[in-house]
């Protein structure tokens, strides 16, 4: 019998989730259907609880409900804990449990497919929003020599940091949030965009000078060529977009549903060629 999954979000439109899972289930023989759930902004609980009650098995959830769904699951698994953030929702067994695996697919897509090491780095991440929120412990545990959190509202960068600085099971020692115009004298080995600037042809106002010799310039917004991605490449900073990101989240998701770990390499080479 086919297993019921949907990515959950507004917009959702864009989601390329639903081609990936597909594609992970015929590599991996899995009998899944999955498909966009776009829930209104003010229905994300009964959307979720609808598709629950007709059988759905699991749910990715994309912006802006990530911290809704942290809320809305009974149990949080992983790094979804001290997130505060939930991108992946498992109904087995009558459960409600929450993961977080943007952080999971986005270091694995920085170390490993782009070859990028981020221990002893300087990391600035832009935004702080839901998916910042699941990036912050997974880049923390690679032992970066700094991380600063930017953001257009400087407040929720600092309420980010607020939240991680109380959490008793992990420390976060040097952790700095500021604003844009607060940069302008400092230089980054990685710079990873966790805004949502690009999708509107946006971008942060960044200094010039953001990017140290050889640094990674990474926008977590994938299949565009964002006005960061081509200020960064301006500056001589290698770029991703956040495709191979997807992937690995994905695959992660797929693992905590199905047991089974699929092949991104296959996934990445299709979707950055149809960019
Ligand atoms: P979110 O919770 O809605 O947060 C949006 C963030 O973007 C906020 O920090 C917001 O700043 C900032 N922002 C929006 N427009 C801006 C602009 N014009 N200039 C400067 N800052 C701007 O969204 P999210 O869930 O964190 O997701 C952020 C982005 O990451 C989305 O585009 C999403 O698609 C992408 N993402 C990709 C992956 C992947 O696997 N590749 C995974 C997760 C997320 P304020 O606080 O000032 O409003």
Not at 19 to 33: K, M, S, Y
Request: hydrophobic fraction near 45%; charge should be negative.
């Amino acid at each position: 019998m086919t297993d019921h999954y949907a990515v959950v979000g507004n917009p959702v439109a864009h989601s390329m989730s639903p081609a990936i899972h597909a594609e992970f289930a015929r590599q991996t023989g899995q009998d899944i259907d999955y498909m966009r759930l776009l829930a209104p902004l003010d229905g994300f609980a009964a959307c979720i609880a609808d598709f629950r009650a007709r059988g759905g098995k699991g749910v990715n959830v994309t912006l802006p409900f990530k911290h809704e769904a942290w809320n809305f699951v009974t149990a949080h698994a992983g790094y979804a804990l001290n997130a505060g953030a939930v991108n992946t929702i498992d109904f087995r067994d009558g459960k409600i449990i929450g993961y977080n695996t943007d952080g999971i697919g986005l270091v694995r897509d920085i170390k490993e497919n782009l070859q990028c090491a981020i221990q002893d780095k300087r990391v600035l991440l832009l935004g702080a929003g839901g998916a910042t929120y699941g990036v912050m412990e997974p880049l923390l545990r690679e032992h970066p020599e700094q991380l600063v959190v930017a953001n257009r509202t400087v407040q929720k960068a600092v309420a980010l940091v607020g939240h991680f600085e109380k959490l008793q099971n992990f420390s976060i020692n040097g952790v700095l949030a500021t604003p844009y115009h607060e940069l302008r004298q400092s230089k980054f080995d990685i710079v990873i965009n966790a805004t949502s600037a690009g999708l509107n042809d946006e971008m942060p106002s960044l200094p010039s000078g953001i990017f140290a010799p050889g640094a990674l310039a990474y926008d977590m917004v994938y299949g565009k060529h964002t006005p960061f991605i081509k200020f960064a490449a301006e500056y001589g900073a290698k770029i991703s977009d956040g495709t191979g990101m997807l992937s690995e989240q994905a695959a992660e998701s797929f693992f905590v549903w199905r047991g089974v770990r699929p092949d991104t390499a296959p996934v990445i080479a299709l979707l950055k060629r149809e960019a």
